[in-house]
């Protein structure tokens, strides 16, 4: 039974005061002007490509804020808001007509939920033009409540946005402190020279090699019903997080006898990603914090086991500072594929406090710049939830801007 004040729709129940027309029955696009690189003369006017701006130019042809849709490559669909005084290429389309009279605020997120990608040419080099998108049938509502529905998605993306520049705020403070912190420490007041530049007196400049043991060569991915399966700690791992503890979830392989006595690891290891498409990506690093019982390292990673003592969350932050990523760089060889040697992962130097007790003043401080940073993370990832579930109801009807209390406060 359909709801009071709804109706059957050949896209499905729609509120009875929206209308159903397809795309080409609203806008007309076409593609932008040509403009390469080469010929981009540097100016205030950003000059929109299929992913947004690409350059500023120094001239624009386009006054006002423009809609725009990826048209051709990897971000075909893609929907933009131009700033004012913009230039539109011809890897874009933009609304040359509009057949209707709507919100632009309201179109740019209906297009957006369309999800326009679906639509373009499947080729080696996706392409999409009016043809494909023109038959697209969707329900409109009337322009009092276009702007309703615009006003509070818009609301939430500016709360998303504050969130964005918080985190880039927090992330640029993290980064400062940890250069400050992990080559001048705290309350020092006598430096010395070393390779890696001045460090605190009673600091050590430690190569890798000297601070513990390099292991490689793990466990490679194989399912042998013959060997024993163990829980595997991978590139990927590594890669992507900066602690190895049970709240990962691991690959699940085999191993023999003599990889189970050579490959394991312990809380206080620390892993790195010696290999990647560019030297920059080098050295991901990630410290074990937990006991992980029959877990092994992969074949595509070096184990670092300490010979000195260091606090372990210490240790997660050390290998982050840029000069030791610099070295990583510096060091690594390859051509399409970089890669670091444990041999040369050795001469990578660090400086180490002395006090551990200074070691564990420098962690907490980093932590706890971490744990705001990660519950601004997580605030934007629920306002971006939240966005999501608005979408998917308001710009369908499913809910009325009537049913639900306005994100303006």
Known sequence: MIKEGYKETEIGVIPENWVVNTLGDIITVTSGTSLSQKNVIKGLCPVYGGNGINAYHNKYEFREPQLVIGRVGAYCGCI???????????????????????YDDFMFYKLTQIDLNKYANQNAQPVISGGKIYPIIVAIPSLPEQKHIARILSTTDAHIEKL???????????????????TEGIGHTEFKETEIGKIPKEWDAITLGALGELQSSGVDKKIDPQEIPIKLINYMDVYKNT?????????????????????????????????????????????????????????HLIKLSFKRQLDLVFKGYLFEESYVLKQFSFYCKGTTRYTLSPKDFAKVLVAIPNSLEEQKQISTILSNIDDRLKTYIDMREIFNQLKKGLMEKLLIGKIRTTDIKSLEA
Do not use: C, Q
């Not at 918080?166 to 992990?182: P, V």
């Open 243 to 299: 602690k190895i503890d049970n709240s990962i979830e691991f690959m699940r392989v085999t191993a023999n006898e003599r990889e189970l006595e050579n490959f394991t690891v312990d809380i206080g290891d620390v892993l790195f990603t010696p290999s990647s498409e560019t030297p920059d990506d080098i050295g991901h690093s990630a410290v074990v914090t937990e006991n992980i019982e029959g877990a092994l390292f992969s074949y």
């Open 164 to 182: 964005d520049k918080t985190i880039e705020d927090y992330k640029l403070l993290k980064k400062g402190m940890m250069k400050k912190l992990l």
């Open 80 to 102: 933009h808001k131009t700033e004012p005084m913009a230039w539109i290429t011809d890897n874009a389309l933009y609304i040359r007509e509009k057949k209707i009279d709507y």
